[in-house]
């Protein structure tokens, strides 16, 4: 009870401070949250009340789905920022006014999807507090300071993003131009530690770091800096801009099989190519961020690893492998359509090194996809010898699924190259031998990581995860970091062979691109369920049990059909989001655009079309 009434008093000293506007939006946002506390005062008992809930629904299956909802949307307006900035900097360095354009459109995004997101933070806050009353009073005795923080950083976050976007045409020119530039990296900037800071209560569930002594400032830094929390904060900023790319690709998407006019299809097809280049940069990074993150799970505490790795929610990691193998092929598949449709002639010259890294890739994904063990009868048990099939059991370990997800990140690196090489002559004198160098690098890097691969299954596991994993994620980072300096060299005075024509991929791309947006939201509602129910019957794992009639992890099939949910609800919300932020467009569309389509793009240099867009 005393921390009970100290939290409440805290909330009411916050209403009364400077940031008053900010607890009101969240309160006039709890206003929603209402009707749950009027079914949750039914029955109430005298006493200390540690858990309310709700009928029909129940209370966790709402928190879930409104928690799920606002991290999907938070995930969105702290991804786009990023590459919005980077694309207003590199309209501005480069002077080509198309970046400045497309950061404006990806801000326009933002603005729609901002307010939303507050308002589903706010209904969180307010369901938490009166569902889960003795749980929050925990977490806001120990992180009290923290949201403190937190409101400041909400606080200078929107009074940024407001300059930012309606400061935009306003500050074009000279110093103007440079403010406005450094208003978006403070909107990067104040956006990282909003992340963050939230990242801290939620890692602090699963790996806490407790102390009984000091100040309440040494109490929350104690509980920040726990053992998980920079593993998630590097996977989710990641994430973020991987689910911000995609989401932008599928909205280019649908506007460019919408567009009615050359001029749409062709800004909307470069688009569409920006967003999916933006979510594959993220992606090929994403598998080493948390296979980071799963490697401090093990090393905080190994059975929370095993349930993960090993127990009943390994088979989350089956679906996960479907989900990102599905991924890799719909953003090959997009550069491949880019590759023979964009650039006239090329089907012929492609065709055999697209068919061989779409083997590859289909290869690679069945060994992801097969599971450690089958379900399976006692007869057919019987007949393989146990769970494990004789010949397929070999795939279904750790040592063959690190092996491939790397050869995938190979192919799909270097699908990316291959596009950023198409239509273009290398003119330098050392463009042979830096060819040969960069062939012999990637030959010589997929032959480590298979032997590697094979070599883990005749070690203990500790140095396979250790070494042999840990070399396996270096070699493909080398790689990495090796071409892409080298290409971007040979790129620098290369002669353009064959121009690249926008506008006229064919619908199925836009379609790719909508199935790769689904893929990530999918993921994101995946794994957020692997590590809530990695916790197991513990609020705060170890230390609060949870003791309501909630205290199990949901079945598989269940928690699958809240995921589709979610991910239902979350496409709904964006769809909606976009819908509001074109009415403007619409309304001047009807008036000034020419409203015949043209059977044909626009004619541009391969890579863009720089000479047409510095008009």
Not at 109 to 115: E, I
Request: charged fraction near 10%; include cysteine; glycine fraction near 10%.
């Amino acid at each position: 009870m005393r921390h009970q009434g100290g939290m409440i008093q805290r909330l009411l000293r916050a209403l009364d401070g400077p940031g008053r506007w900010l607890p009101g939006l969240l309160l006039g946002a709890g206003i929603l949250a209402l009707p749950s506390l009027g079914f949750a005062a039914e029955g109430t008992q005298a006493g200390p009340t540690e858990y309310r809930d709700i009928p029909g629904i129940g209370s966790r299956n709402l928190v879930w789905i409104i928690a799920q909802l606002h991290l999907l949307l938070a995930g969105f307006v702290l991804g786009v920022p990023i590459f919005a900035w980077l694309c207003e900097v590199v309209g501005w360095k480069g002077g080509e006014k198309r970046y400045d354009k497309l950061a404006k459109e990806f801000t326009k995004l933002l603005t729609s999807a901002y307010a939303t997101t507050a308002l589903f933070g706010g209904i969180l806050l307010f369901l938490l507090i009166a569902f889960y009353p003795k749980l929050m009073n925990y977490l806001t005795d120990i992180f009290f300071p923290s949201f403190i923080f937190y409101c400041i950083l909400f606080l200078l976050e929107t009074a940024t993003l407001y300059l930012y976007w309606y400061g935009w045409d306003a500050m074009q020119d000279g110093n103007k131009k440079t403010f406005h530039i450094f208003l978006g990296f403070l909107l990067n900037f104040f956006a990282f530690f909003i992340m963050i800071v939230p990242n801290s209560w939620a890692t602090f569930q699963a790996s806490p770091v407790v102390i009984a002594e000091g100040t309440d400032l040494q109490r929350a830094w104690a509980a920040t800096w726990n053992p998980t929390w920079w593993p998630v904060n590097i996977h989710r900023l990641i994430a973020n801009v991987v689910l911000g790319g995609y989401i932008c690709g599928a909205y280019a998407g649908i506007r460019y099989l919408s567009a009615r006019n050359a001029e749409e299809r062709d800004h909307y097809d470069w688009m569409g190519y920006v967003g999916n280049f933006i979510g594959v940069f993220g992606l090929l990074p994403l598998p080493f961020a948390g296979y980071w993150l799963m490697r401090e799970i093990y090393q905080y505490n190994q059975q929370m690893g095993i349930t993960l790795m090993g127990g009943f929610l390994s088979w989350l990691f089956i679906l996960q492998a479907m989900l990102i193998g599905v991924l890799f092929l719909g953003s090959n598949y997009y550069f491949w359509l880019g590759i023979t449709h964009r650039i006239p002639g090329s089907e012929m010259k492609y065709r055999k090194p697209i068919m061989t890294m779409l083997i590859i890739l289909l290869l690679c994904l069945g060994v992801w996809m097969t599971p450690h063990s089958l379900v399976a009868s006692l007869e057919e048990a019987r007949k393989m010898g146990g769970t494990h099939h004789p010949l397929l059991g070999v795939f279904g370990v750790m040592s063959a699924k690190m092996t491939v997800a790397n050869l995938m990140i190979l192919v799909t690196f270097m699908s990316f190259i291959m596009y950023w090489r198409a239509g273009k002559q290398e003119t330098a004198t050392w463009a042979k031998v830096a060819r040969s160098v960069m062939g012999g690098v990637l030959v010589l890097a997929g032959i480590a990581v298979i032997v590697l691969g094979v070599w883990g299954y005749f070690v203990p596991a500790i140095i396979r995860i250790n070494y042999f994993s840990t070399s396996q994620v270096l070699i493909v980072l080398f790689v990495m970091l090796t071409i892409t300096p080298l290409t971007a060299l040979l790129l620098k005075s290369a002669k353009t062979t064959t121009e690249m024509v926008w506008g006229r991929m064919p619908p199925r791309a836009g379609y790719a691109l909508v199935l790769n947006s689904v893929m990530v939201i999918l993921l994101m509602t995946l794994m957020g369920y692997a590590r809530s129910s990695s916790r197991v019957h513990w609020h705060i794992y170890g230390v609060m049990r949870d003791s309501s009639q909630y205290a199990f992890s949901p079945a598989l099939g269940y928690a699958a059909a809240f995921m589709a949910l979610n991910t239902f609800l979350f496409c709904m919300l964006v769809a909606f989001i976009f819908w509001v932020a074109t009415m403007g467009d619409k309304a001047k569309g009807g008036h000034t655009s020419d409203k015949a389509e043209l059977p044909h793009g626009i004619p541009a240099m391969a890579g863009g079309a720089p000479d047409r867009d510095r008009a």
